[in-house]
C-alpha cells in the first residue's frame, strides 16, 4: 500500500473517530439491553405467550444487527482508503443486510400482532405455537433471500481524491456490476423499506385511534377509570415512541441509498469535514436496534418483574 494513501487514510480516520466511540456506545447499550430481554424471556418463559413470543427473537436480531453494523462501521472508518479485501466487505455486508432485515420485519409482525389484539375480530386466524414458528422461518427465509445478492454488488473498489492525487481501496457499491440488475435490487430494497415504514405508521396509527376510542369508554366506568387510563396512555406512549424512532432512524438511511445508487461517485465527492456527519446519519438506523428493548420489553410491568427477580437470585 502506498505510504501517502495510508497518510491520506490516517487522516480521515482520525477525523472519524467521534463516530467509532458513538458506534462502540451502541455495540455495549444494544448487547446489553438485548441480552437482559433474551436472558429474562428464556428463563422466566414470557416468550410462552402468545403477545410477547417474538419479542426474544427480535432482540437476538437486534442484538447481532447492531454487533455486525456497529463493528462493520468501526473497520470501515479506520480503513476508509485501504480496505483491499474484497471476500471481508462481501461477507459483513451479507450479514450487515440480514440481520437488519431480521430485525425489522419483527418489527412489522409484532404491529400487526398488537393490532389484532386490540381490534380481535372473527376474521382474525389464532396465531397458535405452530404459526408462530413458521413465521419465524418465514421471516428468517424471507431476511436471508434479500441479502444474499448483496455480495454481488458489494466489494472493494477504488476510492480517489483527486486534490491530492491519490487512489485507495474501499468497502463499498461495484462500480462494473450489471447496472440494470443493480438498479432493480436497489429498487426492491427501497420498496421494501418505504413497505415497511408505511406499514408501521399505518398499523400505529390505526392502534392510536383504537386507544383513543378505549380511553373515552373507559371514562364511562368510573371504579376502573384511573388504572385504564394509565395502561392506556403508555400503550400510547410506547407505540408513538416504536413509529417516531423507526422513522427517524430508517428515512435518513433510505435517502442516502437513493443518493448512493443515483451517484456512483457519491462517496468520493464528500469532503472530510463533511463525511463524519454523513456517516452518522446513514448509520442511525443502528439506534433503533437499540431502543427496542426499552420499548418492547422495559416499559413491560411483567418483564421487568421477573428481571429483579433472576438478578436477586
Request: net charge positive; proline share 4%.
Amino acid at each position: 500500500m502506498n505510504a501517502s494513501v495510508l497518510v491520506w487514510n490516517e487522516g480521515i480516520a482520525m477525523k472519524l473517530l467521534p463516530n467509532n466511540l458513538i458506534l462502540i456506545v451502541y455495540m455495549i447499550i444494544g448487547f446489553c439491553g438485548n441480552g437482559f430481554v433474551i436472558f429474562t424471556y428464556l428463563c422466566s418463559k414470557l416468550w410462552q405467550e402468545e403477545e410477547r413470543y417474538f419479542i426474544p427473537y427480535l432482540s437476538a436480531a437486534d442484538l447481532f444487527a447492531c454487533l455486525v453494523c456497529a463493528s462493520f462501521g468501526i473497520i470501515l472508518n479506520l480503513n476508509q482508503v485501504t480496505f483491499d479485501d474484497p471476500v471481508l466487505c462481501k461477507t459483513w455486508w451479507f450479514f450487515a443486510g440480514f440481520t437488519t432485515l431480521l430485525s425489522t420485519f419483527y418489527l412489522v409482525v409484532i404491529a400487526f400482532q398488537r393490532l389484532r389484539k386490540l381490534c380481535p375480530s372473527e376474521r382474525n386466524v389464532a396465531m397458535d405455537l405452530s404459526r408462530r414458528r413458521l413465521t419465524v422461518i418465514f421471516l428468517a427465509a424471507g431476511s436471508l433471500l434479500l441479502s444474499l445478492p448483496m455480495p454481488y454488488f458489494y466489494g472493494s473498489v477504488p476510492f480517489s481524491d483527486v486534490r491530492r492525487n491519490l487512489t485507495g481501496q474501499r468497502c463499498s457499491r461495484l462500480y462494473d456490476v450489471n447496472r440494470t440488475f443493480s438498479l432493480m435490487y436497489g429498487s426492491v430494497l427501497v420498496v421494501v423499506a418505504l413497505t415497511i415504514i408505511t406499514s408501521l405508521s399505518v398499523v400505529y396509527f390505526k392502534i392510536g385511534y383504537v386507544v383513543s376510542v378505549q380511553l373515552k369508554n373507559l371514562k364511562r366506568n368510573s371504579s376502573s377509570a384511573t388504572r385504564n387510563k394509565n395502561i392506556v396512555i403508555k400503550l400510547s406512549l410506547m407505540f408513538m415512541l416504536i413509529t417516531v424512532i423507526f422513522l427517524i432512524c430508517y428515512i435518513p438511511k433510505v435517502t442516502i441509498m437513493l443518493l448512493e445508487a443515483n451517484s456512483p461517485m457519491f462517496w468520493e465527492e464528500l469532503s472530510d469535514d463533511t463525511r463524519p456527519f454523513v456517516l452518522f446519519i446513514y448509520r442511525m438506523f443502528i439506534i433503533n436496534n437499540i431502543a427496542n428493548p426499552f420499548i418492547y420489553a422495559f416499559l413491560d410491568k411483567a418483564f421487568l418483574s421477573n428481571l429483579k427477580t433472576l438478578l436477586c437470585c
